[in-house]
């Protein structure tokens, strides 16, 4: 939100930028070509689609004659299965059991009737045992949770004993990190009568709840093992309840005299978490491990690189010397890039190109790796080798791709290959009833469904049947079908289908209204969603942009409901709203407020340096992997998009700054000082 008040610190030069931005937007929306595909429309239902939809009302309102009235116009609408399994649901109760064991039979195992098929069990749980059991053998495990379970344990250990089989199944339910449905108590009492729970799967199941469950379980567990071992059921609670505790090995006498295979784990446990909490600790404790521990080369190989990466994210003073010692021990992917970000940060050019020498052939050939040796050659001098492995990597499509070529002063090189039409493919497709129904759940944005049919269908297709199939989603503006289908069937180089432009006037709106680039909104909204308007994230967020509802409350000052954010035009604004927000927060940097979207402002500023540092090694060193896969992400598809607009990229390195530091930040903002917003 751009105040009068702050606007009178920006320079002429900013003016000029943004001035030369919304022109360039103009222009490129009114002489690019956008294909019809990328203009969503909203097509009227269909009589058909009409009728399903008063069905599926009837059916709620638990009115049958006008569900039976319905139905009989509906006999060849590819929907019809949802609509039975409806009303299947509905009046499950009221119907005999052969009709909804007939319905369950013709889908067998198609996670399609799984919520039926779990009603219909947990039904008969308590009405008749012996379909119960039939019915129960003829389900997937993952369909079943562990009330259905225990409660077909408890009917078969009522015939007799436990058998081998179902003591495996009652020890899978056991082997929990935190206390079972109680339905499973009788079970467990029969089961620990006969002996069923040793002392190994004890331990084993407290070292479960030490690593993912609340630790006030392991003291009733412990109180399960004999006397003489009780003690290492207490050590696992103490180092879950408090990681510092391991630290006491070397002078608390609970841990004396006690079986190394015993200890390991629960010190593996200790130090692991430790590191994140104390490392300084952690390091000390580690280094006098007493001589009965004995860990495996493969632990303390493990424990090195973990320290090592704690250290280097916070650029610790000894984080060269346990990359050193990790690397003395073994080499993994992720202490590679860890000590490769260690040079970068640093600037130790000739380290990271001798680093990157002795790299097995197989690392070298990573592009971030032959991004920053090319860096490296090139601040060395070394121009000629330089750029030779920038032209090499200027030809792909990627981050590094255009950054190589903007170190070349060349335009970047999309590689566009569009998969060609096979109408007799396209024909055979369209006539599969899944993709039947997909297209016409898509149509009634049941997407959730939509996707479940689509994914049957691809699981019927071959690679270059997939690929037909993607350009079909394509042109029924199902966008984020197809961009997963062109990555899933090996046609990468469709740019043109992978970055589609759809909702073309939400985005230029919003773009006008707060002075940004579409081409950064549509970048943003493909990292986000791929275009998904129904796409909700772990955290809630939701809609195209991925937004949260309680940010979605914070801008305007109204409460909105979490399904309203599934609207493309208000997902969109608010967007382009927050990332407007963010400018207050972090200055007008196209690369900061993108870092800021994902991982949020205030880390932002945490992550910003005392001293003036090239925005490439900035990207590099951000401490989430997430977001700097983000930034690079947001970065690349920006160029893409701008370059399909016949824009000029507001992320490459003439427009977005090249340095930043926390003294840049504060000095672009309207005090001098951060916002308190």
């Known amino acids: 939100m751009h105040s009068p008040l702050r606007s009178r610190y920006y ?20 002489f690019s070509s956008i294909s019809s595909a990328n203009l969503i429309v909203n097509k009227p239902l269909t009589p058909q689609q009409t009728l399903y939809i008063d069905a599926q009302a009837a059916i709620a309102q638990g009115n049958q004659q006008k569900y039976w009235k319905i139905r009989k116009q509906l006999l060849d609408y590819p929907l019809l299965p949802y609509l039975e399994r409806s009303y299947y649901t509905k009046f499950m109760r009221q119907l005999p059991n052969s009709v909804i064991e007939a319905f369950l039979q013709r889908y067998d ?29 003829l389900t997937p495990k993952h369909w079943l949770n562990a009330q259905l379970q225990c409660r077909y344990i408890d009917q078969m250990l009522q015939k007799g004993k436990v058998t081998a089989a179902l003591d495996k199944q009652i020890n899978a339910l056991w082997q929990h990190p935190r206390s079972q449905d109680k339905a499973c108590d009788p079970v467990f009492s029969k089961w620990q009568a006969q002996d069923g729970i040793t002392v190994e799967r004890i331990l084993q199941r407290i070292k479960l709840v030490a690593k993912e469950g609340k630790p006030r ?7 399960l093992l004999p006397q003489d071992l009780q003690a290492i059921g207490r050590l696992w609670g103490q180092v879950a309840n408090s990681a510092g505790y391991v630290s006491r090995i070397n002078s608390d006498k609970d841990w004396h005299d006690k079986d190394a295979r015993l200890i390991r784990p629960i010190v593996m446990l200790g130090l692991e978490r430790l590191i994140w909490q ?14 009965n521990v004995q860990l495996t080369q493969a632990q303390a190989f493990f424990l090195s690189k973990t320290i090592a990466i704690r250290l280097s994210l916070y650029d610790e003073s000894d984080a060269q010397l346990w990359l050193d010692k990790a690397q003395a021990l073994g080499m993994s992917t992720d202490l590679r890039d860890w000590q490769l970000s260690h040079y ?15 790299l097995a052939p197989k690392y070298q050939v990573d592009s971030r790796v032959r991004y920053w040796q090319a860096r490296a050659l090139d601040e060395l001098g070394e121009t000629e080798q330089s750029a030779e492995l920038f032209t090499g990597l200027a030809q792909e499509r990627h981050y590094y791709g255009f950054k190589a070529s903007d170190a070349l002063e060349l335009p970047i090189q999309l590689n566009q290959q569009s998969v060609s039409a096979d109408k007799k493919t396209i024909t055979l497709i369209r006539e599969n009833a899944h993709f039947k129904m997909a297209k016409e759940l898509f149509a009634l944005e049941k997407y959730a469904a939509a996707r479940y049919q689509w994914r049957r269908l691809l699981n019927e297709l071959t690679d270059s049947q997939g690929a037909q199939a993607a350009t079909i989603a394509y042109e029924m503006q199902w966008f984020d079908r197809g961009i997963y289908a062109l990555a899933e069937f090996g046609k990468n180089n469709d740019v043109n289908r992978r970055f589609p432009r759809p909702y073309p006037e939400y985005f230029t709106a919003s773009a006008i209204k707060h002075s940004h680039s579409i081409s950064w909104l549509y970048a943003i909204a493909r990292r986000e969603s791929a275009f998904a308007p129904d796409a909700r994230s772990s955290a809630n967020a939701r809609g195209l942009m991925q937004i949260l509802p309680q940010t979605a409350n914070y801008l305007t000052k109204q409460k909105h409901k979490a399904s309203q954010l599934n609207d493309p035009a208000r997902n969109i604004a608010l967007g382009a709203r927050y990332l407007d927000y963010l400018s207050d927060k972090v200055s007008d940097n196209i690369i ?33 992997k997430e977001t700097r896969e983000y930034v690079k992400a947001v970065i690349a598809y920006e160029r893409i998009y701008a370059q399909q607009l016949n824009q000029i990229s507001a992320m490459q390195p003439s427009l977005a700054e090249q340095y930043v530091s926390y003294a840049i930040l504060t000095s672009n903002l309207e005090t001098g000082t951060l916002s308190a917003r």
């Open 11 to 30: 320079s002429m030069a900013h003016y000029i930028t943004v001035s030369c931005v919304v022109l360039n937007l103009i222009i490129g929306l009114l």
């Open 109 to 137: 195992r198609d996670d399609f009737v799984k919520g039926l098929q779990f009603r219909y069990l947990a039904y008969l749980s308590t009405r008749d045992k012996e379909a119960f059991h039939t019915w129960y053998s």
């Open 217 to 223: 379980l392991i003291v009733y567990l412990t109180g």
């Open 278 to 291: 104390d490392v300084n600790q952690a390091m000390s404790t580690f280094e006098a491990l007493p001589d």
């Open 344 to 358: 970068i940060r640093h600037n130790q050019w000739l380290g990271l190109t001798q680093f990157v020498a002795q």
């Open 592 to 624: 900061l407020r993108t870092a800021a979207y994902n991982a949020g402002w205030q880390n932002v500023q945490k992550w910003l340096p005392l001293e003036s540092m090239p925005m490439d090694q900035w990207i590099e060193l951000i401490p989430f």
